[in-house]
């Protein structure tokens, strides 16, 4: 029996106005966003524990809880990462209970961006679509272009031009179209948005992003219920236009709604930005209901290099109410903690995971972050795409003769030499 689409439609989020289902973001009376609504009563009679464990370990054994008719058509495979419990990082952080969601190793591009793109790419069929596109920091880019090549779809991604190499690379691979923008983000982000109406096209952050926006709520999802179906008292996320961090947080409100879990979440949510581009963590910090968009963001953290996000206000309510906190981290911070986490768990994070486990790092000294309660980090994106930011930081190894006097040398030396 197909599984229908338990969604009924698009919410304001400042009005509540409820619209159809349709390639719309913004509410029409108040430019308010739109976010996917569902019959949670449904949901709650439809699913439990049980049926989700004997579906395949992907992000669509929640698909109830996601807004596509019937199977997903793109990016079926995505999700079901590993949360690593990561004792080493906690021993050098010096706390008792710390967990990794490594989405580091999310199929197929490497990145949490697989889980909003399967869900966009999936509904923009649904819709009929047959161009979709992006405006991205890199990892979205990577993951539209992957997964519209898998489902036969024509890909135009618009990137800022200073971009890593790897990030252009990996998505001019897959033959879409990249258009390279002399601009910010936020810049590229505005000409998307007239490229999207003036064409007809889905961009998948753009007019389809009340569902995109949706697939990052597995993310949450997967947390819990490897928790063995609860929720962890603190987590640690990357915010670029801020939608991952409310997500998660509104994954672990609906498994209360529909009976999942019975204990209502008391998780303190915390934000993380590198301070080269922090409109968010300036925002909780300073205690100011908006953000203050940043024009010309400078950090190596180039995938969360969103100026003016368009979720800022509320990722920073969000964090707020929760009892949680924001703070900012410095480039050669993010450069060795990219390296303590390598070094610790051997997981190899991207600049945004740098950014995470820097800023807990913060916390926890700070007293923000309590050394005796469970905290989850969430590690977003891979490291084999942002190795620009490491090369100068880490040595080359010393070459040798291939003769075992020259390894005898080598090993007399002092040992740092051998990194
Ligand atoms: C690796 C990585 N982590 C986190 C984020 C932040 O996601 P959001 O824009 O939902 O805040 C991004 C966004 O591009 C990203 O690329
Ligand atoms: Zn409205």
């Not at 923008?181 to 007019?207: H, M, P, S």
Request: charged share 25%; glycine share 8%; aromatic share 8%.
């Amino acid at each position: 029996m197909p599984i229908s689409d338990f969604s009924t439609g698009l919410r304001c989020r400042l009005c509540d106005k409820l619209y159809a289902k349709q390639a719309l973001n913004f509410c029409k009376d108040d430019f308010g966003p739109l976010e996917v609504d569902y019959d949670y009563e449904a949901i709650s009679r439809h699913i439990t524990r049980s049926k989700i464990e004997h579906r395949p370990r992907t992000m669509w054994r929640y698909r109830e809880l996601l807004p596509i008719e019937g199977e997903a058509t793109v990016g079926s495979q995505v999700g079901g990462t590993p949360l690593v419990r990561a004792d080493r990082l906690a021993d050098a952080l010096g706390v008792q209970r710390l967990w990794i969601k490594n989405d580091a190793v999310n199929f197929p591009t490497l990145s949490f961006k697989d889980r909003v793109v399967s869900v966009a790419l999936s509904k923009a069929r649904e819709l009929g679509f047959k161009t979709v596109g992006c405006a991205s920091t890199g990892n979205l880019a990577n993951s539209v272009a992957a997964n519209a090549a898998a489902a036969g779809l024509e890909a135009y991604i618009f990137v800022p031009s200073d971009l890593e190499r790897s990030k252009i690379l990996g998505t001019s691979v897959y033959g879409a179209k990249v258009v390279a923008v002399n601009g910010t983000y936020d810049e590229v982000n505005r000409l998307c948005t007239q490229v999207a109406f003036k064409y007809g096209w889905g961009f998948v952050n753009i007019n389809l992003r009340p569902f995109y926006a949706e697939g990052s709520k597995s993310y949450g999802f997967e947390i819990a219920e490897d928790l063995g179906w609860r929720f962890p008292q603190h987590v640690v996320a990357p915010m670029a236009g801020g939608a991952l961090i409310g997500k998660i947080y509104k994954a672990f409100n609906e498994m209360v709604k529909v009976g999942l879990v019975q204990t209502p979440v008391k998780t303190k949510m915390y934000g993380a930005q590198a301070t080269g581009c922090n409109p968010i963590t300036d925002a909780v910090k300073s205690n100011r209901e908006r953000h203050k968009p940043i024009r010309k963001p400078n950090t190596i953290c180039k995938s969360l290099a969103i100026g003016d996000p368009a979720d800022g206000f509320f990722a920073a309510k969000l964090i707020r109410e929760t009892g949680g906190w924001a703070e900012d981290v410095q480039d050669h911070e993010i450069v060795d903690a990219i390296q303590l986490l390598a070094r610790t768990e051997g997981i190899f994070a991207e600049t945004a995971g740098g950014v995470v486990v820097a800023v807990t790092k913060k916390l926890i000294d700070q007293g923000k972050l309590p050394r005796d309660e469970e905290i989850v980090i969430c590690i977003t994106g891979n490291g084999l795409k942002t190795q620009d930011a490491l090369y100068e930081a880490i040595e080359s190894p010393i070459a040798i003769a291939p003769k075992l006097e020259a390894f005898d040398a080598l090993l007399d030396q002092p040992q740092e030499v051998l990194v």
